[in-house]
């Protein structure tokens, strides 16, 4: 089971909702690295490692969640770092 590194870029009314503190929050159930910033353009982005089904369950709850606030959602996939813990980057 390999690592993987996601970055996912979201858009829409996702700054001032609670965005970041949810994603935090999301990431404590699941065994993954990474942060969450808000973007200068109104977007949100969002860096994931750690094994794929961990990164999507991750994703998927953050998007269930957050639901009525995306509108746009780019992933991709970069050579993992080894990003340690989860938090909030400013």
Do not use: H
Request: net charge neutral; aromatic share 6%; glycine share 16%.
């Amino acid at each position: 089971m390999g690592i993987i590194r996601v970055v996912v870029s979201y858009t829409g009314r996702v700054q001032g909702v609670g965005f970041r503190a949810t994603a935090v929050r999301c990431a404590e159930r699941f065994e993954v690295s990474g942060w969450v910033r808000n973007e200068p353009n109104g977007g949100v982005t969002l860096v994931a490692e750690g094994a794929s089904e961990e990164v999507d369950g991750l994703l998927d709850e953050v998007a269930r969640t957050m639901k009525g606030c995306i509108r746009g959602v780019d992933r991709r996939e970069e050579p993992p770092i080894g990003e340690q813990g989860f938090g909030v980057r400013r």
